[in-house]
C-alpha cells in the first residue's frame, strides 16, 4: 500500500462520518427544504449535523452555514459582507477602483481567499496585502499600517495550507477591533480545523471557515461559521436555503457526514494532535540527519502537528515527486504547475525565500493514520531518490 503523506489536501474518510452517511446515501432522498415527513427527517437530520459541526467550531448552530467546501466558505466570507454593504457586484454606480471599502489580506492566504479578494477589486475596492515575516507569521507592525476606518473586511488565516504556520488569531483581532471596529474580520481554519481548538485558535474572529475532508468527513461539504451577527450577502441565489446565506439544496449524507466527522475529531483531537506531531518530527528528524542540505522551513514557528515542509536545494521538486511516487509515496510539492512549468510557491516568496529554491520544496502532511513504520519508509525514500538525483546525501534515514 501507498505511504500517504498529503493530508492537508485530503484525509481518508473516518469510520464514523461513513457509518453515519450509509443511510443517507441508500435512501435518504428526502429534500430538508419541504415539509412532509420524508423531507422533515431530512431537514432534523441536517439540524443534527448543524449543531455537532456549530459546537466543534465554537460558533451557535444559527451561525454554521453549509457550503459545498472550504474554497465556497472563503468566497462567502469576502464577498459576502462586502456585497452586503454595496461593494459588491461591480455595477454602474459601484465605486471607482481603488475607492470603495478596503479589504486586508495576508500575502500567505490560500487561493480562495487571494481571488476572492481580487474580484473585490475588480468591484472597486482596495486591496491591501499584509505581509508576513520569513518566519511566515503576519507582521503586527504592517497591520497597524494598513487598518484604518475604510477596511471592512480583514482575512487571516489560522494556519498556513503549505508550512503549517499558526497564525496570532487573537492578537490580530485586537488590533483590528482597535483600528477597524466596523470591519468584519474572517479566518480560514480549514487547515487548523484537524489540530486546533477552534474556539481557542480563532479567538475574536467574526468568520471561521472549515472544510469536512481535512477531519476525516466527506469532501464537498464545509462550512462558514459566525461568531456575532455579521451581514453576509448570498452569493449563490435561488431557493433561499442555509437563512438566505446559501441557496441550493442541502447535501444531506455530506452535512450528516461532516456532522459525524466533527464529533469524532472533537472527542480525540488532543490525543491525535500529540501523536501525529510526534511522528511529524521524527519523520523530519531522520531526514535532516541525512540530508544535509535540507532545511525545514519555518523551524522557529509554531505549526500545526500534521505538516512537514522541507526544501532541497538545487533539486527540482517535481522530479523527486515523481521518483517518491514510484517509490509508493504520497506527498505534495507545495507550488503549482502552470502550462508544464514549475512555478516558485506564493507562500514561500511571499517569506523571502529565493525563488530558485521556492521550487525545491516538498509538503510531508501526516494524519491520525499515519504509523512509524511508514514515517520510516518514507524517510528511506526521500534519501533513496534525493542520491538518485545527484543530490548530497550523508546518511541513511
Not at 517509490?327 to 511571499?350: D, E, M, W
Request: glycine share 12%; net charge negative.
Amino acid at each position: 500500500m501507498p505511504v500517504y503523506l498529503d493530508h492537508a489536501a485530503s484525509s481518508p474518510l473516518g469510520a464514523e462520518a461513513l457509518a453515519a452517511m450509509e443511510e443517507w446515501l441508500h435512501h435518504g432522498f428526502g429534500n430538508p427544504s419541504g415539509s412532509h415527513s420524508v423531507a422533515r427527517r431530512a431537514k432534523a437530520a441536517v439540524e443534527e449535523a448543524r449543531d455537532a459541526v456549530a459546537a466543534w467550531m465554537g460558533v451557535e448552530p444559527a451561525g454554521v452555514t453549509f457550503t459545498s467546501g472550504g474554497t465556497e466558505a472563503d468566497n462567502l466570507a469576502i464577498l459576502g459582507p462586502l456585497a452586503a454593504v454595496g461593494a459588491f457586484p461591480a455595477g454602474p454606480a459601484g465605486p471607482a477602483a481603488g475607492f470603495g471599502p478596503a479589504v486586508v489580506v495576508s500575502t500567505v492566504e490560500h487561493a480562495a481567499v487571494l481571488e476572492s479578494a481580487r474580484v473585490a477589486a475588480g468591484a472597486g475596492c482596495e486591496v491591501r496585502p499584509l505581509a508576513v515575516g520569513a518566519d511566515g507569521v503576519v507582521d503586527l507592525a504592517h497591520l497597524r499600517r494598513v487598518l484604518d476606518a475604510r477596511v471592512a473586511v480583514v482575512s487571516v488565516q489560522t494556519a498556513n495550507q503549505e508550512t503549517g504556520v499558526i497564525q496570532p488569531v487573537a492578537d490580530v483581532a485586537r488590533r483590528v477591533r482597535r483600528s477597524s471596529p466596523d470591519a468584519v474580520f474572517h479566518t480560514d481554519a480549514v487547515q487548523a480545523a484537524p489540530w486546533l481548538d477552534l474556539t481557542e485558535a480563532t479567538a475574536g474572529a467574526d468568520l471561521i471557515s472549515v472544510s469536512s475532508h481535512k477531519i476525516g468527513g466527506p469532501q464537498g461539504i464545509g462550512a462558514l461559521g459566525a461568531r456575532r451577527d455579521v451581514a453576509i450577502a448570498a452569493q449563490m441565489h435561488g431557493g433561499g436555503q442555509e437563512r438566505e446565506r446559501r441557496s441550493g439544496t442541502q447535501n444531506v449524507a455530506g452535512i450528516v457526514g461532516f456532522g459525524a466527522a466533527a464529533q469524532a475529531r472533537a472527542a480525540l483531537q488532543a490525543a491525535q494532535a500529540a501523536h501525529v506531531a510526534a511522528r511529524r518530527d521524527r519523520l523530519a528528524g531522520l531526514i535532516l540527519a541525512a540530508v544535509p542540505s535540507a532545511v525545514l522551513t519555518a523551524a522557529g514557528s509554531r505549526r500545526t502537528p500534521g505538516h512537514c515542509h522541507l526544501r532541497f536545494p538545487g533539486v527540482e521538486n517535481e522530479a523527486l515527486l515523481f521518483l517518491l511516487d514510484e517509490r509508493g509515496i504520497c506527498a505534495s510539492a507545495g507550488s503549482a504547475c502552470a502550462s508544464g512549468a514549475v512555478q516558485p510557491s506564493p507562500v514561500l516568496l511571499a517569506m523571502g525565500v529565493d525563488p530558485a529554491e521556492a521550487t525545491s520544496t516538498l509538503r510531508f502532511t501526516l494524519g491520525p493514520t499515519t504509523t512509524d513504520d511508514e514515517v520510516a519508509r518514507a524517510a528511506a525514500a526521500v534519501v533513496e531518490s534525493l542520491a538518485a538525483l545527484g543530490a548530497p546525501v550523508g546518511g541513511r534515514a
